[in-house]
């Protein structure tokens, strides 16, 4: 009695399996059955904006339906980001994030979303380093030198950024607490400003991406120090790393990456994953991303997820260390 029941059971759980891998096999061939939306936090025309926009359409090929991007700037991206959240886990509403993202949750406890939780990380699209660069007049030309005039002279350097709360600002307040220097950080409006700012010498030390930072370098205003990538970057290949130059451990990027509302099924995700991966990576769509200083990234879904975790760790310690506040 006990081995035919045993017999039963095993018949049923095999059924039962079969039935699963067909019905999420129909579910796969039957997605997308309409449009897809790609939301993004900010505005048109930015590289956030623009790195969807060059995805989007060799999505809509694949897969035969069009990827549609929709912007909805506001609060700091957040206004997006808590639409998808909230949205329903079924392939149709996924967004474009970047590193900033992951610098709001360590600022704000009030947000109506958990990016960990509420969200599906689906692929890391692109990166990019920021390039630690100083103006001609700051003794040294490595990062030793540079540390070393810093805490023989507390206070005299600074560094620009485009904002409080920046990314920009978080890599420079990063340099603070691992070299435990006291660099002030001096907010500009835009990258404009502290540009002109640095090229005249009222500013020492930035923050700008490697491509940002090319017609300073070339007119020899300034001088590279640093990419703050763990590893050195295709855009700046002779530049050391950050880590490589006397901060083991020390990792700053810029990137962008697609999520879905948590519970979006997992073949779904899948799909776009490897479409993602496949995408950034063909050759023309790579120059095309390299010649804006980005790198094409691509990778398993848990990747994206596991860096943005590290990354709203990191943003607390830093937070918690300079106690910065934003409304």
Not at 172 to 185: C, D, P, R, V
Not at 254 to 275: E, Q
Request: charged fraction near 15%.
């Amino acid at each position: 009695m006990n081995m035919t029941k045993s017999i039963r059971n095993t018949l049923f759980a095999a059924v039962a399996a079969c039935f699963g891998l067909q019905v999420a096999t129909v579910h796969a061939q039957a997605w997308p059955a309409k449009p897809v939306r790609i939301l993004i936090g900010y505005g048109t025309g930015g590289s956030t904006d623009t790195t969807a926009r060059m995805v989007a359409p060799h999505l809509a090929e694949h897969l035969g339906r069009p990827f549609l991007v929709e912007n909805r700037p506001g609060a700091t991206g957040t206004i997006a980001i808590d639409l998808v959240a909230k949205a329903p886990p079924d392939g149709y509403t996924t967004i474009v994030i970047v590193a900033a993202d992951a610098i709001v949750p360590a600022v704000r406890s009030d947000l109506p979303y958990n990016l960990e939780k509420d969200l599906a990380p689906i692929a890391l699209i692109t990166s990019s380093p920021f390039l630690m660069v100083a103006h001609v007049s700051v003794p040294g030309d490595d990062l030793k030198s540079v540390i070393a005039y810093a805490r023989a002279n507390p206070g005299k350097l600074n560094y620009s950024t485009s904002g409080v709360g920046s990314s920009a600002h978080l890599t420079g307040e990063s340099l603070n607490y691992m070299a435990k220097l006291s660099i002030t950080h001096v907010p500009f409006k835009g990258s404009a400003e502290g540009a002109a700012a640095l090229a005249g010498g009222e500013i020492h030390l930035s923050f700008p991406s490697v491509t940002g930072a090319q017609g300073m370098l070339k007119a020899g205003k300034i001088k590279a120090i640093a990419v703050t990538s763990a590893r050195r970057s295709a855009l700046a290949p002779t530049v050391p790393t950050m880590s490589e130059s006397g901060l083991p451990g020390f990792e700053r990027i810029g990137w962008y990456g697609m999520l879905a509302p948590a519970g979006t099924p997992r073949d779904i995700v899948m799909r776009l994953n490897s479409l993602i991966g496949e995408i950034v990576n063909k050759p023309d769509v790579k120059d095309m991303l390299f010649k804006q200083g980005l790198e094409s990234e691509g990778g398993t879904p848990e990747r994206l997820g596991t860096l943005i975790k590290n990354e709203i760790e990191q943003n607390r310690t830093v937070v918690k260390a300079i106690n910065l506040k934003i409304n």
